[in-house]
């Protein structure tokens, strides 16, 4: 709820002069303030008969901005179930990366977030593509202030700047309430930054390894006198080279949202968002990681397979409109439409094969011309309120999710495809820029998602609270891809089961039930799309909750089981083809968020998890069994001024099949920062990553893969006012 939206709940004109402040003061506390303000007013008005009668219903509280805090942790969330409800109050893991936490560890790419989050693999495939995975499989689920729809591609174009968003929330585990399908890994929500009835501004500057210069500007304030309307601008620039041979990434960004109150009930919201990332000397597939002997290879860290006139170039746009009517008895509806277009514009070398110790060969080229752009369009319309029953107030939401995302998109191959490579011809991007006609082919579909959700959660008792809630959908898609049908009919009901029992003021056990139904847009061998991966999955935890919602706790135990869940089997020349495959997926997670101390920040989790397939055997080997993440901050007493901090990243070892044909032992990163404030709006803080120097590989998710950055640093001067 905005500010400026409480603040036109009375109306300035006839206002008793000695009751306004007063009334404010009250109208930001929340439901009480509500209240009382409109007695006092109510009592004014018999007194003088000036002012007719006002009335006014109570908002469900919600979670405040993160910015401007130093918090690891919020004390509400939508995320999960789409009732406001505080983390231990939530009948599932959510996880959640905080504004400070981003502007201390300098985390300014969704890349950088997903590093330190609890539970969530990153695997960069390429430099300019990445797949995330999270209890085992791949996210595919992404929303923008809890509206979205799954992404088409099943991976990330790009890398998605951090300067316009408040927060990232992860929920993990199957989130059928909220998203079209019921993706048993995670669910990402991006909490954009909104703007505010008061003026405030900031500005950044860093400068790090590698020549990487970085701008941010963001600026928010009322736009008219009476504070009905706000507007914001968010925008961000950074360009430099890379440890990486030839890899010059650049990345812009620009947001600007505007917030109207309509009427002291009706809040619209109107942004558009645009960020363009040009990947000079990208790569494409990337390192052969085993000889003809089976002998695993070795290369320096900057070692790259581009060609020097390599280059990715991708653009997000995003368009949407919010429309919040507050109505009566504490009831509201909110609709939100949207449209997004991701464009793709590139030159690419890939290079395929094993090498061959003795002949210095054995690999090969594959140049390509490849454009396509995805445009998305949604609806997203829901009612949620208080209803009693049975003398006890509960709670309800229904809504509805219409989708629809076109993809066009067309390769066109390079002469010399298939050119043996020898010696370091696959390493020094001295390949020269062919002619590219030599073969077309492309892409033109359409997919459709159609949901229904609803679900209501009863106050069983002081203690209990019981969620039950479904989301029928229907998917479907028509067109080709390369050369195959990619259609696809399906549809299918995922009815959701959640309970929490509050244990004593601190603690709480909850428990969740959900089916699985996820529709696929990966194909196998022959071109076809995959069957729904279908399934279920069960979570039992206990959470806490301490020092006012400013710690929380969890401790949870899950299990899912999937059907047909695509997994990479190969390639055919540069096209990766899949296979469904029948997996268990069982762990134990741990995580704490918050203040420790006044001064202490931490953030942390440790997953233990096991992936099994038919028979009990190991499957998905690529996915880390162990994990441990560790973020925290310590402002130094005897100097406030200060403070420092400590990330550690842990993951045990990883393979790409049981043959270790790519295998990535287990390995820890270090980080460490340092900041002081300088004055009360200048801030200097300095970051250095993987202190240690270890080299690892980015993911053994593909056969492929290339090294991650080794130690660096970055130095930044924020401004704030």
Same mark, same amino acid.
Request: with cysteine.
């Given at each position: 709820m905005s500010p400026s939206l409480f603040a036109s709940a009375v109306p300035a004109s006839?206002?008793?002069?000695?009751?306004?402040?007063?009334?404010?003061?009250?109208?930001?506390a929340g439901m009480a303030g509500f209240t009382l303000c409109a007695q006092a007013q109510q009592a004014v008005a018999d007194q003088s008969g000036a002012l007719p009668e006002v009335t006014v219903s109570a908002p469900q509280v919600e979670q405040p901005p993160t910015e401007g805090s130093d918090s690891y942790t919020v004390k509400r969330s939508r995320s999960a179930t789409k009732f406001s409800l505080s983390p231990r109050q939530t009948p599932q893991s959510v996880s959640v990366v905080t504004r400070a936490r981003m502007e201390d560890f300098h985390l300014t790419s969704i890349n950088d977030v997903f590093a330190t989050t609890p539970g969530v693999t990153v695997d960069r495939v390429e430099t300019d593509r990445t797949y995330y995975t999270s209890r085992g499989f791949d996210i595919t689920n992404f929303m923008f202030d809890g509206i979205g729809i799954p992404m088409t591609y099943g991976l990330m174009y790009g890398d998605t700047d951090m300067a316009m968003f408040?927060?990232?929330?992860? *929920?993990?585990?199957?989130?059928?309430?909220? =998203?079209?399908?019921g993706d048993p890994s995670a669910t990402i929500n991006f909490i954009r930054k909104r703007p505010t009835t008061d003026f405030q501004a900031s500005a950044a500057l860093s400068y790090g390894s590698w020549n990487t210069r970085r701008l941010e500007a963001d600026i928010s304030g009322a736009v008219n006198e009476a504070g009905t309307v706000a507007a914001r601008m968010v925008a961000s620039h950074q360009e430099g080279n890379s440890y990486l041979d030839r890899y010059r990434p650049t990345r812009d960004l620009f947001y600007g949202v505007v917030e109207a109150n309509l009427s002291s009930s009706t809040l619209l919201t109107l942004g558009y968002s645009y960020q363009k990332v040009h990947g000079k000397g990208a790569m494409w597939g990337a390192l052969p990681l085993s000889y003809t002997?089976? =002998?695993?290879?070795?290369?320096?860290?900057? =070692?790259?397979?581009?060609?020097?006139?390599?280059?990715?170039?991708?653009?997000?746009?995003?368009?949407?409109?919010?429309l919040n009517q507050d109505l009566s008895a504490g009831w509201q509806w909110k609709s939100t439409v949207g449209y997004n277009e991701m464009r793709t514009d590139s030159a690419l070398f890939y290079v395929y094969g094993t090498p061959d110790k003795s002949t210095g060969g054995g690999l090969y080229a594959y140049p390509s011309l490849y454009a396509g752009v995805n445009r998305q369009a949604y609806l997203d319309s829901n009612l949620s309120g208080k209803y009693n029953l049975l003398g006890r107030e509960h709670e309800f939401n229904l809504g509805v999710n219409l989708s629809n995302s076109r993809v066009?998109?067309?390769?066109?191959? %390079?002469r010399g495809i298939g050119t043996e490579l020898f010696g370091q011809q696959a390493f020094d991007g001295s390949f020269a820029l062919p002619v590219f006609d030599d073969g077309t082919d492309g892409s033109r579909y359409t997919d459709r998602r159609r949901s229904v959700y609803g679900a209501t959660r009863l106050n069983l008792s002081d203690r209990a609270k019981l969620m039950l809630g479904a989301n029928y959908t229907q998917a479907d898609a028509s067109g080709y891809a390369y050369g195959e049908p990619h259609a696809l009919a399906q549809s299918a009901l995922s009815p959701y089961v959640g309970l929490t029992v509050d244990l004593d003021e601190h603690f709480s056990v909850y428990g969740n039930y959900t089916k699985i139904f996820n529709p696929q847009t990966r194909t196998d061998a022959a071109g076809a799309v995959l069957a729904a991966a279908r399934g279920r999955s069960y979570?039992?935890?206990?959470?806490?909750?301490?020092?006012?919602?400013?710690?929380?706790?969890?401790?949870? *135990?899950?299990?899912v089981d999937q059907s047909n869940?695509?997994?990479?089997?190969?390639?055919? %020349?540069a096209?990766?083809?899949?296979?469904?495959?029948?997996?268990?997926?069982?762990?134990?997670?741990?995580? *704490?968020s918050g203040e420790l101390t006044r001064d202490w920040q931490v953030g942390a989790g440790v997953v233990w998890q096991r992936i099994t397939g038919d028979e009990g055997k190991q499957v998905r080997q690529y996915v880390p069994r162990r994990q441990l993440r560790l973020s925290t901050t310590y402002r130094l007493p005897q100097l406030e001024k200060a403070k420092i901090g400590a990330s550690l990243n842990y993951q045990s070892k990883s393979s790409y099949d049981s043959s270790n044909t790519a295998y990535q032992g287990g390995y820890s990163v270090l980080n460490l920062m340092a900041s002081y404030d300088i004055s009360k709006n200048l801030t200097l803080s300095a970051s250095l990553n993987n202190v240690?120097?270890?080299?690892?590989?980015?993911? *053994?998710?593909?056969?492929?893969s290339y090294y991650a950055a080794p130690v660096n640093g970055t130095v930044s001067l924020r401004w704030e006012y």
């Open positions: 006839n206002s008793h002069p000695s009751l306004r402040p007063l009334c404010r003061a009250m109208l930001m408040d927060r990232v929330e992860i *929920v993990r585990g199957a989130n059928g309430l909220t =998203t079209s399908t002997d089976g =002998t695993a290879t070795h290369y320096g860290s900057n =070692t790259s397979t581009s060609a020097d006139w390599s280059r990715m170039d991708t653009e997000q746009q995003r368009v949407f409109a919010e066009v998109d067309v390769s066109n191959y %390079g979570e039992l935890g206990v959470k806490g909750e301490f020092a006012d919602g400013k710690l929380n706790t969890s401790l949870a *135990v899950f299990q869940v695509a997994e990479q089997a190969g390639t055919i %020349g096209r990766a083809y899949y296979r469904g495959i029948n997996a268990r997926s069982e762990g134990i997670e741990y995580e *704490v240690l120097n270890k080299q690892y590989l980015t993911t *053994v998710y593909w056969s492929q």
